[in-house]
């Protein structure tokens, strides 16, 4: 496989991120938006999906439907930090401008998914 080494990093940080729901399941679950139900199922789909994704983006023949579902996956986690910026508790004490910077930072994430998908 002759994939870029950056193609591997973002495979890595997804698979280390997923992989993390389930050490430290508890940090996830308590960014979750109470609008949602179920937030250990949700933490454990989403890390699940994050571990596989990461897996199947450094696969050449999967490489493009990862891409896509990463994209998804991002879409679908951005209120939880929206509820970090707006819930102090959720915020783990971070300071509210590390918290707004992740906000434009998953675009940015969405846009360097998007380079896979072609």
Do not use: C, D
Request: hydrophobic share 55%; glycine share 6%; aromatic share 16%.
């Amino acid at each position: 496989m002759n994939l870029p080494w950056h193609l591997y990093l973002m495979a890595s940080l997804y698979i280390l991120a997923g992989i993390n729901h389930f050490r430290k399941p508890g940090m996830y679950i308590k960014i979750i938006p109470p609008a949602f139900k179920n937030p250990k199922l949700i933490n454990i789909l989403s890390g699940a999906a994050e571990i596989i994704l990461g897996i199947f983006l450094i696969l050449p023949f999967t490489t493009y439907f990862a891409a896509w579902g990463i994209i998804m996956l991002l879409i679908a986690v951005f209120p939880a930090n929206l509820y970090m910026l707006q819930n102090k508790k959720a915020g783990s004490g971070l300071p509210k401008w590390i918290l707004f910077v992740r906000l434009p930072l998953q675009v940015i994430l969405i846009y360097w998914a998007y380079q896979y998908t072609f």
